[in-house]
């Protein structure tokens, strides 16, 4: 198994808070990604990095952010916790070959009161 | 725009029977499609891809999918289901090798009968 690892992987906190989740891999692998899962969604990209500083915007980006300082670390950042982003965020790892799998974390379910 | 349609959110067969997930894309590149599948409470693992070598693609656990460019359509198939295989089943869409981004469709939720 990949070694990915979400922190923390339940989280409840109140509208106007911010939240941060770490994503940390032992892969060394390059590209790095949020995803957000809702019912009826599937998942949808929030943000991803393509190495370290490098990050780019997904399909539902505002009110996000990310920082990616080391290469196994990929922080996602709720600046002001809304109850539209109570879900459930998953990290994701790409490896260097370009193969194009992806290789999930476990989850971290976020519940905005 | 590239896009993947599943159609069908939930699936339902009998221990033994048929499986076939649906899935089509659009996409004005050539693209790279994967099945990922989703166990309770887990994140999403890959179970198959098609990357342009064999349009018949054999994955894990007995499932197989076969890609019809002249349909744009990528379906995911096993003979026999499993009590195991009740799971949800995500079709994605990459149009770079480098996976700089990859398009998920809506998911299928397959439930087995006993």
């Known amino acids: 198994d990949a070694g990915i690892t979400q922190s923390p992987r339940h989280k409840v906190t109140e509208t106007g808070t911010p939240v941060t989740l770490r994503c940390h891999q032992t892969e060394n692998h390059r590209y790095m990604y949020w995803y957000r899962q809702d019912p009826g969604h599937g998942l949808r990209l929030i943000h991803y990095?393509?190495?370290?500083?490098?990050?780019d915007k997904g399909e539902v980006s505002d009110g996000y952010s990310v920082s990616r300082s080391k290469t196994e670390d990929f922080l996602l950042t709720l600046e002001s916790a809304t109850s539209s982003q109570t879900s459930v965020y998953f990290c994701a790892i790409s490896g260097n070959q370009g193969s194009g799998e992806l290789f999930f974390g476990e989850g971290s379910r976020l519940t905005v009161l | 725009a590239q896009s993947v349609t599943q159609l069908g959110s939930h699936v339902s067969v009998s221990e033994g029977a048929l499986v076939l997930l649906r899935c089509n894309y659009s996409?004005?590149?050539?693209?790279?499609l994967f099945w990922y599948v989703q166990y309770p409470n887990q994140g999403l693992q890959l179970l198959l891809k098609y990357t342009s070598a064999a349009t018949l693609v054999k994955g894990i656990n007995g499932f197989e999918a076969e890609f019809k460019k002249s349909e744009t359509s990528f379906h995911l198939t096993k003979p026999s289901a499993h009590m195991s295989d009740a799971a949800e089943y995500f079709c994605a869409l990459s149009i770079y090798s480098s996976a700089s981004k990859i398009i998920f469709g809506s998911g299928t939720r397959l439930s087995i009968r006993p």
């Open positions: 990095s393509y190495g370290v500083k490098d990050t």
């Open positions: 996409s004005s590149v050539p693209p790279y």
